[in-house]
């Protein structure tokens, strides 16, 4: 399973770390995998292309990625967690999606 935690603060999202592997099919042949892949690349892309200056952190297995909160960088941030629901609505017990207050 995926796991998908963002954090926030009075509604207002400032990051995420995800990890995990939604087990839909082999890695590199999983398409919910690849959905969720592909939205946290594109988020991260324009966080920093819109001058957000995103911290991000790559291990094995797990990216994190963190923003100075405010309202225009959690929209990014929101349309992700908004992504990631769909992909759990279409492939069920895939994502786990938390919210973590700080």
């Known amino acids: 399973m995926i796991r998908a935690r963002f954090y926030g603060s009075n509604g207002v999202l400032s990051g ?3 990890s995990g592997h939604a087990g ?5 042949s999983d398409v919910a995998c690849a959905a969720v892949s592909s939205a ?6 324009l966080l920093d292309e819109f001058g957000f ?16 909160a405010g309202d225009k960088s959690s929209r990014f941030l929101d349309r ?4 990631f629901e769909a992909v759990l609505e279409e ?11 700080v």
Do not use: M, W
């Not at 839909?24 to 590199?28: I, K, Q, R, T, V």
């Not at 200056?53 to 100075?68: L, T, W, Y």
């Not at 492939?91 to 207050?101: G, H, K, L, R, V």
């Open 53 to 68: 200056s995103p911290e991000v952190e790559v291990g094995d297995n797990i990216i994190r990625c963190k923003v100075k």
């Open 16 to 18: 995420f770390e995800l």
């Open 40 to 45: 946290v690349q594109l988020t991260v892309n």
């Open 80 to 83: 992700l967690k908004e992504h």
């Open 91 to 101: 492939y069920p017990d895939t994502i786990n999606i938390t919210i973590s207050e």
């Open 24 to 28: 839909l099919a082999e890695s590199g």
